[in-house]
Structures are given as C-alpha cells and as structure tokens.
Nanobody
Framework: QVQLAESGGGMVQAGGSLRLSCAAS????????VAWFRQAPGKEREFVAA????????LYTNSVRGRFTISRDNAKNTVYLQMNSLKPEDTAVYYC?????????????????WGQGTQVTVSS
C-alpha cells in the first residue's frame, strides 16, 4: 500500500509560481496513476491534473490548462505539479492521490490513496 506526502505549498502573489511535490513510499510507484485535486473553503473537492503510471495520458481541468504542468519521476517516486501564472482562485488545499491502474482518470472515487494536503494561497 502506497503512502503519499505533499510538499511545496505556500503563499504567493498573483502571477507567481509554485511547484508542488507528491512523494510516495510503501509501494511500487510506477504501478500507480497519480492525480492532483484541490479543495477551496466552502467548495467541493475538484480535479486538477493527472498522469498515467508511465508519465503519459496527462489530463487537466480546463481552468489550469496552459498554466499547470503535471510530471513524474518514477526513479524518485515523486509526482510534481508546476503551477505558473497563479490566480487568487487557485487558492485551496492541494491533495495528491494514487490509483493502482495504468491510465489516469478525473474521478476522485477511482483514487484509493490520498495525501494529507498542502495549502496554496494566492493573494491579489
């Protein structure tokens, strides 16, 4: 069973950048598709981006496409979310999640392993 730990969150001004990391342990990381979700105060958790287990099959929600990039380094058991041109509406707790499957999916119910989350705050 894989354990996930996010890092890299923080406070940034609008237009700035952050890179989130999701470090995995306890499983064969290359067997898992990995996704990022986020949850803002008072809102439901939403899908952000996902990668298949080989680093292909990339998915993005429309609001981050062209600004965020998901990538993975299976040798380091880590998935990254590079976030550029950040906006105040990107403020949320960001979670990484893993599913033992080849291809990524946007559905949170498909992911069985979750990290604790990292806070991202974007000021205007």
């Amino acid at each position: 069973q894989v354990q996930l730990a996010e890092s890299g969150g923080g406070m940034v001004q609008a237009g700035g950048s952050l890179r989130l990391s999701c470090a995995a342990s306890g499983g064969i990381f290359s067997s898992y598709a990995v996704a990022w979700f986020r949850q803002a105060p008072g809102k439901e958790r939403e899908f952000v981006a996902a990668t298949g287990r080989s680093g292909s099959n990339l998915l993005y929600t429309n609001s981050v496409r062209g600004r965020f990039t998901i990538s993975r380094d299976n040798a380091k058991n880590t998935v990254y979310l590079q976030m550029n041109s950040l906006k105040p509406e990107d403020t949320a707790v960001y979670y990484c999640a893993a599913a033992k499957r080849a291809f990524s999916t946007r559905l949170s119910n498909d992911y069985h392993y979750w990290g604790q989350g990292t806070q991202v705050t974007v000021s205007s």
